[in-house]
């Protein structure tokens, strides 16, 4: 195995509608870095983050949401307790409804977890990798 000094792997998706992300981005990104440093052990240099932004037209949503709608859609490797994966859920809901002005309607989040082997990384597959840190928590 090679060990690549990885924390905590997390890949995060945000969609929303393109003008509305351009106001909040750079708040969103470190609000929810703050929350996955905390619950999940990320360390601050280990921050990927994705952005799409919408136009209106392309970004369909139910009436009761607002043009602030979000989703993030999380990409962990499997390992992680329940209690885990709510603290972390529900640290984001309320501090980017808190943070940033978002009625909490308006934020849904999406954890996906799969098995190391199911990652790529640094030419290697996850479960190749000798990690410095605890999934199982």
């Given at each position: 195995?090679?060990?690549?000094?990885?924390?905590?792997?997390?890949?995060?998706?945000?969609?929303?509608?393109?003008?509305?992300?351009?106001?909040?981005?750079?708040?969103?990104?470190?609000?929810?870095?703050?929350?996955?440093?905390?619950?999940?052990?990320?360390?601050?240099?280990?921050?990927?983050?994705?952005?799409?932004?919408?136009?209106?037209?392309?970004?369909?949503?139910?009436?009761?949401?607002?043009?602030?709608?979000?989703?993030?859609?999380?990409?962990?490797?499997?390992?992680r307790a329940p209690e885990?994966?709510?603290?972390?859920?529900?640290?984001?809901?309320?501090?980017?409804?808190?943070?940033?002005?978002?009625?909490?309607?308006?934020?849904?989040?999406?954890?996906?977890?799969?098995?190391?082997?199911?990652?790529?990384?640094?030419?290697?597959?996850?479960?190749?990798?000798?990690?410095?840190?605890?999934?199982?928590?």
């Amino acid at each position: 195995m090679i060990h690549l000094g990885l924390k905590s792997m997390a890949q995060i998706l945000f969609y929303g509608e393109r003008q509305h992300l351009r106001g909040v981005r750079d708040r969103l990104s470190g609000i929810v870095h703050g929350v996955a440093r905390r619950v999940l052990g990320l360390p601050e240099e280990k921050r990927f983050h994705r952005f799409v932004g919408l136009d209106a037209e392309d970004f369909l949503y139910p009436p009761d949401r607002s043009p602030a709608y979000l989703i993030l859609e999380i990409s962990l490797f499997e390992g992680r307790a329940p209690e885990t994966k709510k603290a972390l859920l529900k640290g984001l809901m309320a501090e980017i409804s808190e943070g940033l002005g978002i009625a909490v309607e308006d934020v849904e989040i999406t954890i996906f977890e799969t098995p190391k082997a199911n990652w790529g990384i640094r030419g290697r597959t996850g479960d190749e990798l000798a990690l410095t840190y605890k999934v199982e928590v």
